[in-house]
């Protein structure tokens, strides 16, 4: 299962800067699990309310196709995945 931390890792892998936005909404989607756009917009805006639902959205596309997370009647936190290091 990804944590918060492997996300972080592999979007570090991929370029992505990690802003305070980009890892309170990780943390968030990693701790929360499974849950729809509405219920994880819901969690992230309550620890930052400047974060937009456009960002989360993107975010939550970001994650996707890293691996990280799938969509399955809401977004869910892979159980399986291999972190790709360095490069």
Known sequence: MWSSEDMIQELKNRG???TKQRRIMV???ANKK??????IYYEIS???ATIGQATVYRMLLTLEE???IQRV???VVNESYTLSRGA
């Open 16 to 18: 992505k800067r990690i």
């Open 27 to 29: 943390e968030v989607i």
């Open 34 to 39: 499974a849950g729809d756009f509405k219920e």
């Open 46 to 48: 309550k620890k930052d």
């Open 66 to 68: 890293i691996g990280a």
């Open 73 to 75: 009647q809401g977004y």
